[in-house]
């Protein structure tokens, strides 16, 4: 009972710590909260809408201005006209446009003559999004107005809908996007970001909290509240940050997928299950960072180092199967790249036990990272011996 009771004077000194200072939950719960309100309202709306594209006419022919009509109304782009290319590129260089498109004179000319007319489009590469967005429009539109122009062409000479289509096309694409059906940004990144960031703030929450026992000589105090044991120290303070952690990461499943209505083909109940496995992997590589480092500045970047890098390699943007073997293998040091694991097969193919049990062990085994350096963190709680800044 003794141990229960160092345990439960732990909690409450630890919650005392957190009401009397304030950034406990401000670093906490606010950043999570800015996050989740930036992202939300950033993807709002799904994809980016009215794209400025700059487009000069040089030819203004009937097929010219139904090609700026069409590229118009469409829902990323907004045409923006010029007359003369100086004028466009310097409102381009001025990151006002997104690209341009150069309709050549003649261009009407040269399809009735069955030659082959260049337009010619520049996409300004500082902002991918916006730029590769705009570089697909415009593309797009060049092959649909190519397509009419020739289907025009075919009609005139006597050949039916059906064999102009065959020849425009030969080959019909089908597409489906599974678990993303309106290519809504928001569902692609929203899904990782956000438990990213709660990685990231649990791992430098678990760090600073361990951290300023050490910079202020208070951890002696506090190994003896827990009877010079280190399991009872860190059980005790470990589950006020293990409810916190866990309650915002729950908050941020039902934001995701009940109010935002995110699509979830399995259950939400499944990505309870994962959120808090990533919460409780989360705090023990912050355990380990500070016991390898007793330092608080110094393990305060390595895990906001290491926090940063879990989002590259955790697979969402860019799959691990095309990057190089060692970083492949690296990949699996990072909790949130088992989390997506994890959540592409319970949201999207709504696999069940059978699809995550193997993310779930890995996640499993980050409890028993702390372990080789309990003894480390123990001396330096008992001795103090160890930089305070």
Not at 71 to 98: H, P, S
Not at 221 to 238: A, E, F, Q, Y
């Amino acid at each position: 009972m003794s141990v229960w009771k160092d345990i439960w004077t732990v909690i409450y000194r630890e919650f005392m710590i957190i009401r009397e200072h304030p950034i406990y939950l401000f670093g906490s719960v606010g950043v999570m909260l800015a996050c989740a309100l930036f992202y939300f309202t950033f993807f709002g709306a799904g994809l980016p809408s009215d794209i400025p594209i700059g487009v000069v006419d040089l030819d203004n022919s009937s097929v010219s201005r139904e090609f700026r009509r069409q590229l118009d109304a469409t829902q990323l782009g907004k045409v923006i006209e010029f007359e003369n290319y100086e004028e466009a590129r310097l409102r381009m260089q001025k990151g006002q446009l997104a690209g341009i498109c150069v309709i050549p004179e003649g261009m009407y000319e040269d399809l009735l003559s069955s030659r082959q007319p260049t337009l010619s489009f520049y996409v300004n590469g500082l902002y991918f999004v916006s730029g590769a967005l705009s570089y697909k429009d415009i593309l797009q539109m060049v092959n649909l107005t190519g397509g009419a122009v020739q289907r025009e062409v075919l009609r005139a000479r006597g050949m039916t809908d059906s064999q102009i289509m065959g020849l425009i096309r030969p080959v019909d694409i089908d597409l489906h996007q599974i678990g993303n059906v309106y290519t809504n940004y928001g569902y692609y990144l929203c899904n990782i970001l956000l438990p990213g960031c709660l990685e990231l703030v649990t791992i430098i929450m678990v760090i600073y909290s361990l951290g300023m026992e050490l910079k202020y000589g208070t951890s002696k105090h506090l190994m003896k509240l827990g009877d010079n044991s280190i399991i009872t120290v860190l059980t005790g303070k470990m589950a006020v940050y293990t409810a916190l952690f866990s309650l915002i990461g729950l908050v941020l499943v039902i934001a995701m997928y009940h109010w935002m209505r995110f699509p979830l083909a399995g259950s939400i109940w499944n990505m309870f299950i994962g959120i808090i496995l990533l919460v409780l992997a989360s705090e023990a590589v912050g355990i380990f960072i500070i016991g390898c480092l007793p330092v608080p500045r110094l393990a305060l970047s390595i895990g906001a180092l290491y926090s940063v890098l879990g989002f590259s390699l955790s697979g969402f943007t860019l799959p691990i199967e095309a990057m190089p073997a060692w970083i492949q293998g690296l990949s699996e040091a990072f909790p949130l790249r088992h989390y997506y694991l994890f959540y592409v097969q319970e949201n999207i193919f709504a696999s069940g036990f059978a699809g995550w049990y193997r993310e779930v062990i890995h996640l499993l085994i980050f409890f028993f990272v702390p372990i080789p350096v309990l003894l480390r963190l123990k001396g330096a709680f008992i001795k103090g011996n160890f930089p305070k800044d």
